[in-house]
């Protein structure tokens, strides 16, 4: 059977480190490419559509567009920039032919890059790079130009992928040009770049349909949809075809509705051929990793391997005093349904249940891939409490390993010493150190998952909020002994009310406040950070003593320090093992496992006693 190039189709993916303009360039190119009308009014980042990566400015979601250049079209698939979500790059790379890579003109290649790139490498797609923001004034595209070899070669690139053609862009601007020395006021050379150096789909035309899910999208009218690339033959709607499971099965559905990509929409089309990225409506249980298959000759495609989640924790019923007056979904059949539906589609996410019936454990790829779902649930209507994230142990000949990242800090010289040393305690080991740049000096270690969780507020306040850092996912390694745990005590409410102004000004001189006057609290939940190392009932509720007695400036203002905002993930990385986390729609509590004092304290003996 003779193979066929599909010369007017491109499949490529787009890499790159977190707000290194990657959405940025996409909208650019699908307003040059004539997708929209003249008069249509487009939103900044149109690729990210969810809320969620719309207010933090990352991509969490892989998403697919097209473009039409010159009669050919480039499907381009946009992978999340976070290593958290490596669940969906390692999935979406199967699509495609090459990768563009995209580095910003002075941060140059950053850790998450990296971990995306080596998959692309490793999977032998054809790079393109990419150097944008070369508009910056402290921009350095030639610098960065030998960082990204460096980098490639570190990673095994071969030679043909090493011989990588290089485009410098402004994504903002709208324009892109082959050297510094040129002038462009639009993104040609990018689209000629892709059509000349990203091969065509190659393959039989002629030969049994194979198509591999990578992707799951869902709709309220046509249920699910299955995205993905025909790797062979053709694919018809209402045509019948045969479903290979992960699991060897096999079982027959029908295609109900075939859908193509053209800009940000999903087009109706009768047929789909070799190379094409498509969506099928009409089979109904489909799931990613499972191939589309001809119904007389059903044959799988192998699946890429998910890396394993690195970090888990217990999500459980509130059963708070304050529990069912915020959320609509409440139950532990609420709860149970919401994480299990979300293991259709997030696939590096894994729901365990546990003993009891009201809390399942729930492991991801890191805290960013967690909180994001904590987040969307609470956003949803859902009210449940969560546990301190803690990391996946293995045991391998009798040896406990455990995951380490692989963190890269860019912090200012005044700030380097504190830093090393606060790292040296949590068990890093620095790999290497890169003199300064504009005062910024770049320091990269191996450290422990562990050791990561809850330092990043410390970070922040020791380098004053100048200093960057990056992580992402290295490998497992052994266990590198124990890690301490937060250095201060809480400031734990005595009984349950309504904070008040006089409570809270006797409260403050303890610690560090998290909640304002009426503020509603119960007791056991904690109001705020203690100055010294262990916890500390306070009473916020305690008003006043109202006498007839008068003391000069008794009735001046009391004076309160503004408190603390947490957000969710600093909540999560304040917490130790015998606190929890109260997420509904409207508030983010924090709170002790065991709410009576007097339970409480006997728990801390009896456990010091042991």
Same mark, same amino acid.
């Given at each position: 059977m003779e193979k066929v190039i599909r010369d007017d189709i491109r499949n490529v993916a787009i890499i790159a480190h977190v707000d290194h303009g990657k959405t940025t360039l996409v909208d650019g190119m699908l307003k040059q490419s004539g997708i929209f009308r003249n008069n249509e009014k487009v939103e900044e980042r149109v690729m990210d559509s969810n809320d969620l990566e719309r207010e933090r400015g990352i991509t969490i979601l892989s998403k697919n567009t097209a473009v039409v250049y010159n009669g050919i079209k480039i499907n381009i698939v946009d992978t999340p920039g976070h290593a958290d979500f490596g669940g969906e790059v390692e999935r979406v790379l199967k699509m495609v032919d090459g990768v563009v890579l995209l580095v910003d003109a002075f941060e140059g290649p950053m850790p998450q890059t990296r971990f995306v790139l080596r998959k692309a490498l490793e999977l032998k797609l054809k790079p393109i790079v990419v150097i944008n923001k070369i508009d910056r004034t402290d921009a350095r595209p030639e610098e960065v130009i030998d960082m990204v070899l460096e980098l490639f070669i570190e990673l095994g690139a071969d030679d043909d992928q090493i011989e990588f053609p290089v485009v410098y862009c402004s994504a903002k601007e709208g324009f892109a040009k082959l050297s510094l020395s040129d002038s462009s006021d639009n993104l040609k050379p990018l689209f000629e770049t892709i059509i000349n150096n990203i091969p065509a789909p190659a393959g039989y035309l002629d030969e049994p349909l194979q198509m591999l899910v990578t992707t799951i999208d869902s709709n309220d009218y046509v249920g699910r949809i299955a995205i993905g690339k025909i790797e062979r033959g053709k694919i018809r709607k209402n045509q019948q075809v045969a479903v290979c499971g992960t699991d060897g099965t096999i079982r027959n559905g029908k295609i109900v509705t075939l859908y193509s990509f053209s800009g940000l929409k999903k087009e109706e089309v009768e047929e789909a051929s070799l190379g094409d990225i498509v969506a099928v409506a009409g089979i109904s249980n489909i799931s990613i990793g499972e191939t589309i298959a001809?119904?007389?000759?059903?044959?799988?495609?192998?699946?890429?391997?998910?890396?394993?989640? &690195?970090?888990?924790?217990?999500?459980?019923?509130?059963?708070?005093?304050?529990?069912?007056?915020? $959320?609509?979904?409440?139950?532990?059949? =609420?709860?149970?349904?919401?994480?299990?539906?979300?293991?259709? &589609?997030?696939?590096?996410?894994?729901?365990?249940?546990?003993?009891?019936?009201? /809390?399942?454990?729930?492991?991801?790829? $890191?805290?960013? =891939?967690?909180?994001?779902?904590?987040?969307?649930?609470?956003?949803?209507?859902?009210?449940?409490?969560?546990?301190?994230?803690?990391?996946?142990?293995?045991?391998?000949?009798?040896?406990?390993?455990?995951?380490?990242?692989?963190?890269?800090?860019?912090?200012?010289?005044?700030?380097?010493?504190?830093?090393?040393?606060?790292?040296?305690?949590?068990? /890093?080991?620095?790999?290497?150190?890169?003199? /300064?740049?504009?005062?910024?000096?770049?320091?990269?270690?191996?450290?422990? /998952?562990?050791?990561?969780? $809850?330092?990043?507020?410390?970070?922040?306040t020791d380098t004053k909020g100048n200093g960057i850092m990056n992580h992402v996912f290295y490998g497992y390694e052994p266990y590198k002994g124990d890690v301490p745990e937060r250095s201060r005590g809480a400031l734990v409410a005595f009984e349950t009310g309504e904070a008040v102004t006089y409570g809270l000004y006797n409260a403050q001189e303890r610690g560090t406040l998290f909640i304002a006057p009426g503020t509603p609290v119960y007791q056991g939940m904690i109001v705020g950070v203690c100055s010294r190392a262990e916890d500390i009932d306070v009473n916020v509720c305690k008003k006043k003593h109202v006498s007839n007695m008068r003391a000069a400036g008794s009735d001046e203002a009391l004076r309160l320090t503004p408190p603390i905002e947490m957000s969710l993930e600093q909540c999560l990385e304040f917490i130790t093992s015998d606190e929890l986390v109260e997420v509904t729609p409207k508030s983010i509590r924090m709170r002790k496992r065991i709410l009576d004092t007097n339970l409480r304290k006997k728990e801390v003996s009896r456990s010091k006693s042991i």
């Amino acid at each position: 059977m003779e193979k066929v190039i599909r010369d007017d189709i491109r499949n490529v993916a787009i890499i790159a480190h977190v707000d290194h303009g990657k959405t940025t360039l996409v909208d650019g190119m699908l307003k040059q490419s004539g997708i929209f009308r003249n008069n249509e009014k487009v939103e900044e980042r149109v690729m990210d559509s969810n809320d969620l990566e719309r207010e933090r400015g990352i991509t969490i979601l892989s998403k697919n567009t097209a473009v039409v250049y010159n009669g050919i079209k480039i499907n381009i698939v946009d992978t999340p920039g976070h290593a958290d979500f490596g669940g969906e790059v390692e999935r979406v790379l199967k699509m495609v032919d090459g990768v563009v890579l995209l580095v910003d003109a002075f941060e140059g290649p950053m850790p998450q890059t990296r971990f995306v790139l080596r998959k692309a490498l490793e999977l032998k797609l054809k790079p393109i790079v990419v150097i944008n923001k070369i508009d910056r004034t402290d921009a350095r595209p030639e610098e960065v130009i030998d960082m990204v070899l460096e980098l490639f070669i570190e990673l095994g690139a071969d030679d043909d992928q090493i011989e990588f053609p290089v485009v410098y862009c402004s994504a903002k601007e709208g324009f892109a040009k082959l050297s510094l020395s040129d002038s462009s006021d639009n993104l040609k050379p990018l689209f000629e770049t892709i059509i000349n150096n990203i091969p065509a789909p190659a393959g039989y035309l002629d030969e049994p349909l194979q198509m591999l899910v990578t992707t799951i999208d869902s709709n309220d009218y046509v249920g699910r949809i299955a995205i993905g690339k025909i790797e062979r033959g053709k694919i018809r709607k209402n045509q019948q075809v045969a479903v290979c499971g992960t699991d060897g099965t096999i079982r027959n559905g029908k295609i109900v509705t075939l859908y193509s990509f053209s800009g940000l929409k999903k087009e109706e089309v009768e047929e789909a051929s070799l190379g094409d990225i498509v969506a099928v409506a009409g089979i109904s249980n489909i799931s990613i990793g499972e191939t589309i298959a001809d119904i007389q000759n059903p044959e799988a495609l192998p699946f890429v391997k998910i890396d394993e989640p &690195t970090i888990s924790m217990t999500f459980s019923v509130n059963d708070s005093p304050f529990a069912g007056r915020e $959320g609509d979904y409440v139950t532990s059949r =609420h709860l149970r349904d919401r994480l299990f539906k979300e293991l259709e &589609t997030n696939v590096s996410l894994r729901v365990k249940e546990t003993d009891s019936t009201d /809390a399942f454990e729930v492991s991801g790829r $890191g805290e960013l =891939h967690l909180s994001i779902l904590i987040e969307t649930m609470r956003r949803e209507g859902y009210e449940f409490q969560v546990s301190k994230p803690k990391v996946i142990l293995k045991e391998i000949e009798n040896n406990i390993y455990e995951p380490i990242e692989y963190l890269t800090i860019d912090v200012p010289e005044d700030y380097m010493g504190v830093v090393m040393e606060k790292l040296g305690i949590r068990r /890093a080991e620095m790999v290497n150190m890169t003199s /300064a740049i504009n005062g910024y000096v770049r320091l990269e270690f191996k450290i422990p /998952a562990r050791g990561l969780i $809850g330092y990043r507020n410390e970070f922040m306040t020791d380098t004053k909020g100048n200093g960057i850092m990056n992580h992402v996912f290295y490998g497992y390694e052994p266990y590198k002994g124990d890690v301490p745990e937060r250095s201060r005590g809480a400031l734990v409410a005595f009984e349950t009310g309504e904070a008040v102004t006089y409570g809270l000004y006797n409260a403050q001189e303890r610690g560090t406040l998290f909640i304002a006057p009426g503020t509603p609290v119960y007791q056991g939940m904690i109001v705020g950070v203690c100055s010294r190392a262990e916890d500390i009932d306070v009473n916020v509720c305690k008003k006043k003593h109202v006498s007839n007695m008068r003391a000069a400036g008794s009735d001046e203002a009391l004076r309160l320090t503004p408190p603390i905002e947490m957000s969710l993930e600093q909540c999560l990385e304040f917490i130790t093992s015998d606190e929890l986390v109260e997420v509904t729609p409207k508030s983010i509590r924090m709170r002790k496992r065991i709410l009576d004092t007097n339970l409480r304290k006997k728990e801390v003996s009896r456990s010091k006693s042991i």
